[in-house]
């Protein structure tokens, strides 16, 4: 079945510091992971056309809190903290880690993870133990190549392609493509992934309304 979302209707929930501030681990989320400066919050601005969804900063590290949105009841994408900052004190950095840790490791509905790089300095050593991570828990990954428009198109072309290969290292269920945030690149593409990821939790919202309508209507009947 395919499913149609409209991504512009997302709306924000919470802010949580760790997972058990967060709402009931059901449905689907879907998280964005990714280096402080890769471009996470605006990547997800772009894919709700919504400018003001996801607060952006221009000092990397200020995105403390894991922040769920709603894409529609039941579908939820996650802007986790971003990790490799350096302008930050140590404990704080560890309690963010530890509250990013802690959600990967623990959430149950967490069905997929898109991990945002800068195009120009792709696969550091934490992109790399995020996806390692990810597919060990046999969880499929959708690499990001952000802000691509920094790059001419032949060399766009390359990177991503030098990047895909890279990947095949990893086994597992690892998807790469570039993206832009100013020029619109990918994200039709992203779109399409994240709603493959949430088709099953649309499907099963569907047929148990389905089975609920049936069952009043054949209380209705006995009546």
């Given at each position: 079945m395919n499913q149609l979302l409209n991504y512009r209707n997302t709306r924000f929930i919470t802010s949580?510091?760790?997972?058990?501030h967060l709402p009931t681990d059901t449905?689907?989320?879907i998280a964005f992971a990714g280096r402080s400066n890769a471009g996470k919050s605006s990547a997800l601005n772009r894919l709700?056309?919504?400018k003001g969804l996801a607060r952006t900063s221009k000092t990397p590290g200020r995105t403390q809190l894991i922040n769920m949105f709603e894409v529609t009841p039941g579908c939820n994408l996650i802007d986790l903290?971003?990790?490799g900052f350096a302008q930050v004190?140590?404990?704080m950095k560890k309690k963010w880690q530890r509250a990013l840790g802690e959600y990967l490791q623990k959430r149950e509905c967490l069905q997929g993870l898109v991990v945002l790089m800068d195009i120009r300095h792709p696969m550091k050593d934490l992109d790399q133990q995020m996806i390692m991570w990810?597919?060990?828990s046999r969880l499929p990954v959708l690499v990001l190549l952000t802000k691509a428009d920094k790059l001419k198109s032949g060399a766009r072309k390359q990177q991503l392609m030098k990047t895909r290969k890279d990947s095949l290292t990893f086994g597992g269920d690892v998807q790469v493509e570039f993206f832009s945030s100013l020029k619109g690149l990918g994200v039709d593409q992203v779109r399409a992934?994240?709603?493959e990821w949430f088709t099953p939790e649309l499907e099963r919202q569907q047929a148990f309304l389905a089975e609920d309508g049936e069952a009043q209507i054949s209380e209705n009947t006995d009546d």
């Amino acid at each position: 079945m395919n499913q149609l979302l409209n991504y512009r209707n997302t709306r924000f929930i919470t802010s949580a510091p760790d997972i058990r501030h967060l709402p009931t681990d059901t449905g689907v989320e879907i998280a964005f992971a990714g280096r402080s400066n890769a471009g996470k919050s605006s990547a997800l601005n772009r894919l709700t056309d919504q400018k003001g969804l996801a607060r952006t900063s221009k000092t990397p590290g200020r995105t403390q809190l894991i922040n769920m949105f709603e894409v529609t009841p039941g579908c939820n994408l996650i802007d986790l903290p971003g990790y490799g900052f350096a302008q930050v004190p140590l404990e704080m950095k560890k309690k963010w880690q530890r509250a990013l840790g802690e959600y990967l490791q623990k959430r149950e509905c967490l069905q997929g993870l898109v991990v945002l790089m800068d195009i120009r300095h792709p696969m550091k050593d934490l992109d790399q133990q995020m996806i390692m991570w990810a597919v060990e828990s046999r969880l499929p990954v959708l690499v990001l190549l952000t802000k691509a428009d920094k790059l001419k198109s032949g060399a766009r072309k390359q990177q991503l392609m030098k990047t895909r290969k890279d990947s095949l290292t990893f086994g597992g269920d690892v998807q790469v493509e570039f993206f832009s945030s100013l020029k619109g690149l990918g994200v039709d593409q992203v779109r399409a992934k994240l709603t493959e990821w949430f088709t099953p939790e649309l499907e099963r919202q569907q047929a148990f309304l389905a089975e609920d309508g049936e069952a009043q209507i054949s209380e209705n009947t006995d009546d």
